[in-house]
T-cell receptor, first 114, second 114 residues
Framework: SQQGEEDPQALSIQEGENATMNCSYKTSINNLQWYRQNSGRGLVHLILIRSNEREKHSGRLRVTLDTSKKSSSLLITASRAADTASYFC??????????????FGEGTQLTVNP | DADVTQTPRNRITKTGKRIMLECSQTKGHDRMYWYRQDPGLGLQLIYY???????NKGEISDGYSVSRQAQAKFSLSLESAIPNQTALYFCATSDGGLGQETQYFGPGTRLLVL
């Protein structure tokens, strides 16, 4: 089964609104990463949060991590039509060499309507 | 030029044929990965390599083989293609060191097995 599971599977919002996506995982992790995928293209890394961090920001992105609940959220503020894409969380599991084996969730498809 | 390139970008083949997908990178990374993505799903790890002499099976290695010809090149072969191997295939690289866990993806190869 997938280590990371995203929720919701699909999200449709209006331009300017905030978008929140959630990720849950099952085992202890070294870090959790979020990636973006435009339709049919390669994934692009957005942000990484380590297991000892609780929140991280990058531009309009805010990521939180709750290791006690084994969950993370990605917030995109002031969304734009260009943010339309699939967003995946990926976990790098504890006990394995850092960066060795990311396990991806099934993704959230975000649609931002102009 | 792109840091991670994949050839071909699209391929149609018939059941039973042997095909090879190629990946090249100019990032100087030791670690390379092959993933498979089925429609609407996340990525599944097929094989990964930490250096030229190191090859490891991922979650779904059956029916696939790989070759790490050089630090910059990592090829994926389908020994005898079958229709359920129709998918989008991605190559990725990473530096792997602490603080360097991000993976960098190629543009993908779309494979159709008839």
């Amino acid at each position: 089964s997938q280590q990371g599971e995203e929720d919701p599977q699909a999200l449709s919002i209006q331009e300017g609104e905030n978008a929140t996506m959630n990720c849950s995982y099952k085992t202890s992790i070294n870090n959790l990463q979020w990636y973006r995928q435009n339709s049919g293209r390669g994934l692009v890394h957005l942000i990484l949060i380590r297991s000892n961090e609780r929140e991280k920001h990058s531009g309009r992105l805010r990521v939180t991590l709750d290791t006690s609940k084994k969950s993370s959220s990605l917030l995109i503020t002031a969304s734009r039509a260009a943010d339309t894409a699939s967003y995946f969380c990926a976990t790098d599991r504890w006990g394995e060499t850092s960066g060795s084996r990311l396990t991806f969730g099934e993704g959230t498809q975000l649609t931002v309507n102009p | 030029d792109a840091d991670v390139t994949q050839t071909p970008r699209n391929r149609i083949t018939k059941t039973g044929k042997r095909i090879m997908l190629e990946c090249s990178q100019t990032k100087g990374h030791d670690r390379m990965y092959w993933y498979r993505q089925d429609p609407g799903l996340g990525l599944q790890l097929i094989y990964y390599s930490f250096d030229v002499k190191d090859i490891n099976k991922g979650e779904i290695s059956d029916g696939y083989s790989v070759s790490r010809q050089a630090q910059a090149k990592f090829s994926l072969s389908l020994e005898s293609a079958i229709p359920n191997q129709t998918a989008l295939y991605f190559c990725a690289t990473s530096d792997g060191g602490l603080g360097q866990e991000t993976q960098y993806f190629g543009p993908g190869t779309r494979l159709l097995v008839l």
